[in-house]
């Protein structure tokens, strides 16, 4: 089955600060999200990306299909940025969202 | 669109009871899934149904698991003689078609003492 691994898998970052979270996956996807999880557990979806490029305020990413990775970009991180960052794809084919390993965020004041 | 609804929130129930917890997706979405998740981990593929069709499921849904779809609107997800194992956070998501996002609920914390 497809892999999907994110990087780095920790992340501690000052307020104020940019940072950059990226994707990997081993297979072609016709789906690909951004989550955030909140310390509730909610999932909140931060874009549907299956290619290109997309911006919503502080936060952007960037899909590259062909070469089977995403990036995540957040900048002027606040406190509330905390949480657990997801990718999930759909492998072409599949009919189910497959989540990556994560990144925890923690933004210190 | 007042999202995709769980409850309850939180169950907490003796080893060997069972449970139901119950999803109400957003209403134009025909495709739901249920997901757990454990402490640590990314949400994991339980089952999918297309309308009131029970299309996918994961091998992860033991015997003891089971969800119904009856009328393609909402959706529960039933475990019988429930286990410490099965503490988790089980989580309901719909979206429109398999290219197109997928909306989560809040989901429902499972804790068997």
């Known amino acids: 089955g497809i892999q999907v691994e994110q990087s780095p898998p920790d992340l501690i970052l000052q307020e104020g600060a940019n940072s950059t979270l990226r994707c990997n996956f081993s297979?072609?996807?016709?789906?690909l999200q951004w989550f955030h999880q909140n310390p509730w557990g909610q999932l909140i979806n931060l874009f549907y990306?299956?290619?290109g490029t997309k911006q919503n305020g502080r936060l952007s990413a960037t899909t590259v299909a062909t070469e089977r990775y995403s990036l995540l970009y957040i900048s002027s991180s606040q406190t509330t940025d905390s949480g657990v960052y997801f990718c999930?794809?759909?492998?072409?084919?599949?009919?189910?969202?497959?989540f990556g390993t994560g990144t925890r965020l923690t933004v210190i004041p | 669109d007042t999202g995709v609804s769980q409850n309850p929130r939180h169950k907490i129930t003796k080893r060997g009871q069972n449970v139901t917890f119950r999803c109400d997706p957003i209403?134009?979405?025909?495709?739901l899934y249920w997901y757990r998740q454990t402490l640590g981990q990314g949400p994991e593929f339980l089952t999918y149904?297309?309308?009131?069709?029970?299309?996918?499921k994961s091998r992860l849904l033991s015997d003891r698991f089971s969800a119904e779809r009856p009328k393609g609107s909402f959706s529960t997800l039933e475990i019988q003689r429930t286990e410490q194992g099965d503490s988790a956070m089980y989580l309901c998501?719909?979206?429109?078609?398999?290219?197109?996002?997928?909306?989560f609920g809040s989901g429902t914390r499972l804790t068997v003492v």
């Open positions: 998501a719909s979206s429109r078609d398999r290219v197109y996002g997928y909306t």
């Open positions: 209403s134009e979405h025909n495709r």
């Open positions: 149904f297309q309308n009131e069709a029970q299309l996918e």
């Open positions: 990306i299956p290619s």
């Open positions: 297979d072609s996807v016709n789906n």
């Open positions: 999930a794809v759909v492998e072409t084919g599949a009919n189910n969202l497959f």
